[in-house]
T-cell receptor
Framework: EAGVTQFPSHSVIEKGQTVTLRCDPI?????LYWYRRVMGKEIKFLLH????????ESGMPNNRFLAERTGGTYSTLKVQPAELEDSGVYFC??????????????FGPGTRLTVT | KNEVEQSPQNLTAQEGEFITINCSYS?????LHWLQQHPGGGIVSLFM???GKKKHGRLIATINIQEKHSSLHITASHPRDSAVYIC??????????????FGKGTKLSVKP
């Protein structure tokens, strides 16, 4: 079974440009999470989808960030326009819904975003 | 102060040593995760605990819910164990099904 995949693995863009990150969760996982680690800080929650619906987006830093999960499969996270402080590693994770699991989350490899 | 605190931040050990990494948290939780991240790599889930103790190979994780504390132990450490170990907790309120709060991680380096 394929794990959580993310694309691209690394993106370097200039301030003001737009970048779209993609996450493909494990097939059948209804829960999808986005997290971010900025330099020197702990990983922080961004938002949580259950299927195509946003369950919790309390961690989204501002309205320059837009997450979608059309059809409840893969998700995209768009940053527009990107700022220097958006640099970091963006992780995606997915989990099944009980009773199939206890919300154990499986993480993707992350996308390293560098804004110059 | 973070809701999840790990210690130590950095740890250097000799191959074969017994290693302990600690995690304390200040919120009510439904589960605690121990995660591993190798340099340049993604995050791997090692354990998810809600009580007691779990063992997998040379790794042992324990949790004391009353004391809000968890430990990750590595027996007979090996250079390939070198990685960042991250403690993360899942809250038990708010209705959100599982977003995690993370510690800053413990960077472990095991020398041959």
């Amino acid at each position: 079974e394929a794990g959580v995949t993310q694309f691209p693995s690394h993106s370097v863009i200039e301030k003001g440009q737009t970048v779209t990150l993609r996450c493909d969760p494990i097939s059948g996982h209804d829960n999808l999470y986005w997290y971010r680690r900025v330099m020197g800080k702990e990983i922080k929650f961004l938002l949580h989808f259950v299927k195509e619906s946003k369950q919790d987006e309390s961690g989204m830093p501002n309205n320059r960030f837009l997450a979608e999960r059309t059809g409840g499969t893969y998700s995209t996270l768009k940053v527009q326009p990107a700022e220097l402080e958006d640099s970091g590693v963006y992780f995606c994770a997915s989990s099944q819904v009980p009773p199939l699991s206890s919300y154990e989350q499986y993480f993707g490899p992350g996308t390293r975003l560098t804004v110059t | 102060k973070n809701e999840v605190e790990q210690s130590p931040q950095n740890l250097t050990a000799q191959e074969g040593e017994f290693i302990t990494i600690n995690c304390s948290y200040s919120v009510g939780i439904s589960a605690l995760h121990w995660l591993q991240q190798h340099p340049g790599g993604g995050i791997v889930s090692l354990f998810m605990l809600s009580s007691g103790k779990k063992k997998h190979g040379r790794l042992i994780a324990t949790i004391n819910i009353q004391e809000k504390h968890s430990s990750l132990h590595i027996t007979a450490s090996h250079p390939r164990d070198s990685a960042v170990y991250i403690c993360a907790v899942r809250l038990n309120y708010g209705g959100s099904q599982g977003n995690l709060i993370f510690g800053k991680g413990t960077k472990l380096s095991v020398k041959p």
